[in-house]
């Protein structure tokens, strides 16, 4: 035991029963990746990396959404309410305050705050109302409805808020794209290389940061109250702080994505909190593989790329399509698609390891 | 001791199920360090009375107290950290975890590190689940996961163990090795309140034996007093139980 034990603690969060991939051959191929990624930009015209900028953005959504329903057995509906709200407030910020100072900065991180409260806040209706199941799923789902219902209606001159107009149905525009101060000289983060980076670290952090969460005590608690909340709450958890404390963290990331959007693209609109937009997470989660962080992240990036490609042929013709793979998932693989690959894989290789062995 | 305070004890409780009385003025004492048995026909509100006990339904009417401070309208999670701790009817495991990890799941609040490997090691030893350690908990027999609940429930360190039919589906053999474990329990102070209808069972263990019938007290003495009363039997036989 040369490690301290809290490395030894943190080393083994990365991996465990929560999270798929363990040992060098998983790690290694993680660094693969994520090399792959870093070098990606030096190969690519810009507006490639700009497209793989909007792909990330989602994919915090998504591992929100895993988080809370995948691993919490919690369906949520309304986390696209938090990534509007963190939009909302993102833009409301950076059009009063401006981008100097790494200002724009500060109205990320406060607008994924302010979607956190309101987690906190309707969450908390929620579990200690005791409301679950097919409820939640509509308690949510019309919470984020009336955000979109009422952004909508806020066309008028009167709905300002300092110098930014709501904008009602049209969407609010022109904030500000997130500025890093860099002595007077500053970077600012255009749909670029630069913002590619920056997402990409942030992508990092958040999917470590979830392993590691997931594996830790934490995560075994919101794994056993998905299976059998009775027993969790009878071996002493308060059950309603962690279904809270997993809600809040999901739509944290969920304003994070929002707000990153709103940077993004320096737009935002109600239907971004609309039916469609509603539903779209849940197919990314649930064609990946709900059950596991990894394949939601990569079932989430297939999808949204699979979804690009087809929009060239009409949007419409590609929403029905997203419908179609979802059926196909409940159908087919109710674990997932990629899940289902995943484990299709490990079998073979197991009778074939045990053949070769024979 | 006649006088000590009760470990648990209900008063006047009462419970509703829409015009169905199932809990009847129930007011129960539970000394501390006994082992006692609460037996009674098929719907007598056994299973009931637990729940109310743990807080999964609250009273109609009446109070609860443990070690002598109200509990009645206290949260489940809050009722178990006061050291209640329970083996439901139905086993009550997490499933689609494995074994291992549903005793590191009810051993965490009160271990970590290589203190928590080692008792997850112990316990696996001791419920005889060595072998199953990686299996899903699901895939376990009826007996298995019955012990895999007991061990869970145990490992709380209670001080108050409610085990509601912990025998239901196994060999006389291990039903036998059950109760010493009870047993064993109690005497390192364990307080314990088992709902049971084999009464080689009861007669093993209990101590005292209260007698439930359509939800209320109906008879309470030892296991030699109850065998003896009539009219217990006669309640047991209009139900042609055996
Ligand atoms: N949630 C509920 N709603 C309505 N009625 C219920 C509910 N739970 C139990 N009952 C009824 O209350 C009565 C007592 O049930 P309970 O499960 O407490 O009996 P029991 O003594 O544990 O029986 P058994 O020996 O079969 O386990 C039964 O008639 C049952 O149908
Ligand atoms: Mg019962």
Redesign the pocket.
């Known amino acids: 035991m040369a490690n301290s034990p809290h490395k030894m603690l943190f080393h083994k969060r990365l991996e465990g029963p929560q999270t798929l991939g363990k040992g060098k051959g998983f790690w290694s191929g993680f660094l693969l990746v994520l090399a792959a990624a870093c070098v990606y930009p030096l190969f690519a015209d810009g507006y490639d990396v700009g497209n793989n900028v909007y792909f990330f953005n989602w994919v915090f959504m998504a591992l929100g959404l895993c988080l809370i329903w995948g691993y919490g057995g919690i369906l949520s509906f309304g986390q696209v309410a938090f990534f509007g709200i963190a939009g909302y407030c993102y833009g409301i910020l950076t059009i009063n305050w401006g981008a100097a100072y790494g200002l724009s900065l500060v109205a990320l991180g406060l607008a994924v705050v302010v979607a956190g409260l309101v987690a906190a806040l309707l969450g908390y209706f929620l579990f200690y109302g005791r409301i679950n199941g097919v409820f939640l799923g509509i308690v949510t789902l019309s919470f984020t409805l009336v955000c979109e219902r009422f952004m909508a209606q806020t066309a008028g001159p009167q709905w300002t808020v300092g110098t930014a107009r709501l904008n009602g149905f049209n969407g609010m525009g022109g904030m500000p794209p997130l500025t890093i101060p860099w002595f007077g000289n500053d970077i600012i983060l255009f749909p670029d290389v630069q913002l590619y980076y920056l997402i990409l670290a942030l992508l990092v952090a958040v999917y470590l940061g979830l392993r590691v969460l997931l594996n830790s005590r934490f995560g075994n608690v919101l794994v056993a109250l998905r299976d059998n909340p009775e027993r969790a709450e009878m071996l002493g958890y308060d059950i309603r702080r962690y279904q809270l404390t997993a809600f809040v963290i999901a739509s944290m990331l969920a304003g994070l994505s929002g707000a990153l959007y709103t940077a993004w693209g320096q737009y935002i609109t109600p239907s971004s909190m609309g039916m469609t937009a509603a539903a779209l997470p849940i197919i990314w989660v649930a064609v990946g593989g709900r059950g596991d962080i990894t394949t939601t992240l990569v079932g989430t990036l297939l999808v949204l790329a699979g979804f690009q490609a087809l929009t060239v042929y009409g949007s419409q013709y590609a929403l029905v399509l997203m419908g179609a793979l979802l059926v196909i998932t409940v159908l087919a693989a109710p674990q997932g698609l990629v899940m289902g690959v995943v484990n299709l894989t490990t079998r073979l290789w197991r009778r074939f390891t045990k053949e070769a062995r024979s | 001791m006649t006088t000590s305070t009760p470990i648990l004890e209900t008063q006047g409780l009462n419970k509703w ?1 829409g015009g ?1 009385h ?1 809990t009847n003025e129930v007011d129960f004492r539970l000394d501390p360090g006994e082992i006692h048995c609460l037996i ?1 026909p ?7 009375l637990f729940k109310l006990l743990l807080g999964e339904h609250t009273p109609s009417a009446g109070r609860i107290l443990f070690e002598g401070k109200e509990i009645t309208i206290e949260p489940s999670f809050a009722r178990i950290r006061r050291g209640i701790s329970v083996k439901f ?1 139905v086993p009550g495991i997490f499933k689609e975890l494995r074994v291992h990890h549903n005793l590191e799941i009810a051993l965490q609040r009160r271990l970590k590190g290589d203190a928590l490997d080692a008792e997850i090691e112990r316990l696996l030893g001791f419920l005889n689940l060595r072998e199953q350690a990686d299996k899903l908990a699901g895939a376990l027999s009826h007996g298995q996961k019955q012990w895999l609940e007991i061990g869970m429930a145990v490992s709380l360190r209670p001080k108050l163990l409610l085990l509601d039919e912990p025998t239901a589906g196994m060999t006389p053999d291990e039903t036998h090795a059950t109760g010493e474990v009870i047993q064993a329990l109690n005497a390192e102070g364990v307080t314990v309140l088992a ?1 049971e209808h084999d009464m080689a069972f009861v007669r093993q263990i209990a101590q005292r034996v209260t007698v ?1 019938h359509f939800g209320a007290v109906f008879a309470q003495g030892t296991i030699d007093e109850i065998v003896a009363d009539d009219r217990v039997a006669a309640i047991y036989l209009g139900q042609g139980y055996d």
């Open positions: 199920f169905l199932v009674g098929n719907g007598a509100g056994k299973s009931t009817q709902v439930l």
